[in-house]
């Protein structure tokens, strides 16, 4: 069992940044994924970001060259800062770790963008 505890999020305005923590524990494999996804009212979620271990990096189109992912191996953190944020980035943001095997979801946190 892996579990995923995420801190951040909260209202900002338009324009303005928020960075968003995730920490897992648990039986933690050392080869894995770790990201962030978001989902909208009455939309699907989807991905935002994520990064590997080996710190391989993955961007949804919308978010790339303002957000940013980054992670610690040796605190099994991942990190996404959020820059130049638009009122569409308004969604529950929810923290995944994944292996070949195994795929968990933190509980979500709330990040809302005001024109």
């Known amino acids: 069992q892996v579990q995923l505890v995420e801190s951040g999020g909260g209202l900002v305005q338009a324009g303005g940044s928020l960075r968003l923590s995730c920490a897992a524990s648990g039986s933690i494999f050392s080869s894995n994924t770790m990201g962030w996804y978001r989902q909208a009212p009455g939309k699907q979620r989807e991905l935002v970001a994520d990064?590997?271990?080996?710190?391989?990096?993955n961007y949804a189109v919308a978010v790339k060259g303002r957000f940013t992912i980054s992670r610690d191996n040796a605190k099994n953190t991942v990190r996404l800062q959020m820059n130049s944020l638009r009122p569409e980035d308004t969604a529950v943001y929810y923290c995944n770790y994944r292996t070949w095997i195994e795929n968990y979801w933190g509980q979500g946190t709330q990040v809302t963008v005001s024109s």
């Open positions: 990064i590997t271990s080996g710190g391989s990096t």
